[in-house]
């Protein structure tokens, strides 16, 4: 349900306070969400499409970008929705990454979780073809995007009770994924 907060002065959060008109010189991120959906001992992967332009062939988790006006958990819903057409339940944020950008002006701010799903019947999706994978057979790493191997193990392991993982990636001069931060394997 919306809630709606309103101050003496207006909006709290207007951009004024906020100081978003001066902030145009200043790093920016995107904010995304991912989400590794389960069934029983199954996780749902995409294995993104042939003529997909990132990440051809390659399997990642359910997601895609924040909208304006969008929480976060709206945003994995909606997200899920689309590409998968499955009503989760359950819906836990797991980690949050910030992935540095390579012109150092914008990067990539993620939001992952897990989700359970009552069905395993899905959508056709131009994104690529979406696969029940069982947990104790994850398809190699070679298959994967770069970050796959590292995220959906670090996520699968969490526990009930454990708190999420903050990460930051960024590549070192040989072009390699260096992962760091809290929660960081």
Request: proline share 6%; aromatic share 8%.
């Amino acid at each position: 349900m919306p809630v709606e907060v309103h101050s003496e002065r207006g909006p709290i959060m207007n951009q004024d306070p906020q100081g978003l008109a001066r902030s145009h010189d200043r790093y920016k991120v995107i904010p995304r969400v991912l989400c590794f959906i389960r069934h029983g001992d199954d996780v749902l992967l995409l294995r993104g499409a042939p003529d997909k332009r990132l990440w051809a062939g390659l399997y990642n988790g359910v997601g895609g970008h924040v909208e304006c006006y969008e929480s976060i958990h709206t945003a994995l819903l909606r997200e899920v929705g689309e590409e998968t057409g499955l009503t989760v339940r359950d819906v836990r944020l797991c980690g949050v990454v910030h992935a540095a950008g390579g012109d150092r002006a914008v990067g990539i701010l993620f939001f992952v979780f897990t989700a359970w799903a009552a069905q395993r019947a899905v959508i056709a999706t131009s994104e690529g073809a979406l696969e029940w994978i069982p947990t104790a057979r994850l398809p190699p790493a070679e298959q994967m995007v770069e970050d796959l191997p590292w995220l959906l193990t670090k996520t699968l392991a969490l526990g009930p009770a454990d708190p999420p993982f903050y990460a930051a990636y960024r590549y070192d001069d040989e072009g390699r994924l260096v992962v760091s931060g809290e929660g960081a394997i």
